[in-house]
């Protein structure tokens, strides 16, 4: 399989964690977005959408949407699972995915900021407080959830990672980009901490891939 992706995109990194957690290796593509590579006819032709990440399983067939792309895994590599054993903490978890995936992440997405950058003349005095804003929004409301859950463990739900925590950690290493003090969440700060003592999570570091700056 092929692994189309950019070190710092957050939904490249929650795959490469997917990914990590599920054993299952995949070759490393970059597509350089700083040189609007992700736009170029080498990839759209992969995936016409022009966004990472994309998936090329060994069929030839391509995967698009980090959502559908880790659903497919789940159901092909059910082993171990990214999901608790009954409808309804599944549910919650998934919940929790979907408060990062929909509500957080695609409103700090990079070409949203560049549309801010390019259309409103938004400089990064101004982009930093637009993605503070709906990451503190979503963060508040993502701790209240695990106090209301009675998380008590490691990780978002129970005893192993799940994949709220495949979509939250990510979504904490942007944080921090975008000058917010995560610590503010301890909940969140404690399941990131413990998250980056597992392999799968530190091996898919943004600061840890072939493209990853020198």
Known sequence: MKHYNYFRSGTSHRLRIALNLKGVSAEYIPVDLRAEAHLQSDFTTVNPQGLVPALVLD????????????EWLEERYPEPSLLPDTPEARAHVRALAALVGCDIHPVNNRRILEYLRHQFGA??????????????????????????????????????????????????????????????????????????????????????????PA
């Open 59 to 70: 069929s030839g067939e391509v995967l698009t949407q980090s959502p559908a792309i880790i």
């Open 123 to 212: 400089n990064e005095d101004a982009i930093n407080p637009w993605c503070g804003h709906w990451i503190t929004a979503g963060f508040d409301a993502y701790e209240a959830l695990l106090a209301q859950h009675g998380q008590t463990g490691p990780y978002s739900w129970g005893d192993s990672p799940t994949l709220a925590d495949v979509y939250l950690v990510p979504q904490v290493e942007s944080a921090r980009r975008f000058k917010v003090d995560v610590s503010r969440w301890p909940r969140i700060s404690a399941i990131d901490a413990a998250c980056a003592k597992l392999p799968a999570f530190a091996q898919a570091s943004p600061w840890t891939q072939p493209d990853t």
